[in-house]
């Protein structure tokens, strides 16, 4: 009974390169958040997702930052031409309905580091 | 603006004390109060609070929501070195596309010394 799992844990990238972080949810889990863990700080939601849709990506930066969770496979989120203050944990968290209250099972998180 | 502060941002005591944890939120559209504890890896569930008044109890941990003066505090007894860790409070938005979305404070640094 895996939980959510993220891969790789670990990335390092040099500026300018693409960053691809992976994120399989609980098996039966169609709802997936993003979220961003800058060092000393909270976690801050990027975008939510359902199978192939977007609901709310209004922690998403404008340019540069992308997200999807396609009919099959894992939820990608993709950083493009990545900076140095891109450095986080990002960390992807799963729930089975929104229509009820349920908690969201966090993944590992991969920890991006920009060089 | 909805926010959510935690209280205190660090605390350091030894094996055996009890502690409470603050946490006080402004939410427009409140649906739920989550508290999680995160270690160096991926924040784990504690507790979810929906209604106000009602203790939920784990073990030496308890927590409680106060929705009239919107904000909840998580009380650990007979703390344990086990028990250090970042304690993230969070709430959950009701209704449009928000639904769902967590939005956490800034988390307590707790470090129990034996």
């Known amino acids: 009974n895996a939980g959510v799992m993220q891969n790789p844990r670990h990335l390092v990238r040099r500026r300018g390169q693409e960053a691809r972080l992976r994120c399989s949810p609980v098996k039966g889990h169609s709802h997936v958040y993003w979220y961003r863990q800058l060092p000393e700080e909270g976690l801050k939601f990027m975008v939510y997702l359902q199978k192939e849709n977007i609901i709310d990506e209004s922690g998403m930066p404008k340019e540069r930052f992308s997200a999807e969770f396609p009919k099959e496979g894992p939820s990608i989120l993709r950083i493009q031409q990545v900076v140095r203050g891109d450095s986080a944990a990002y960390f992807c968290?799963?729930?089975?309905?929104?229509?009820?209250?349920?908690?969201?099972?966090f993944g590992p998180g991969t920890r991006l580091t920009v060089l | 603006e909805d926010k959510v502060v935690q209280s205190p941002l660090s605390l350091v005591v030894h094996e055996g004390d009890t502690v409470t944890l603050n946490c006080s939120y402004e939410?427009?559209?409140?649906?739920?109060l989550l508290w999680y504890k995160q270690e160096k890896k991926a924040p784990t569930f504690l507790f979810m609070l929906t209604s106000s008044g009602i203790e939920k109890k784990s073990g030496r941990l308890s927590s409680i929501l106060d929705k009239k003066e919107l904000f909840s505090i998580l009380n650990i007894t007979a703390t344990q070195t086990g028990d250090s860790a970042v304690y993230l409070c969070?709430?959950?938005?009701?209704?449009?596309?928000?639904?769902?979305?967590?939005?956490f404070g800034q988390g307590t640094i707790l470090t129990v010394h034996p």
């Open positions: 939410v427009t559209n409140f649906r739920s």
């Open positions: 969070a709430y959950a938005n009701a209704g449009g596309t928000s639904y769902g979305k967590l939005t």
């Open positions: 968290a799963s729930s089975p309905t929104v229509g009820s209250y349920n908690e969201q099972f």
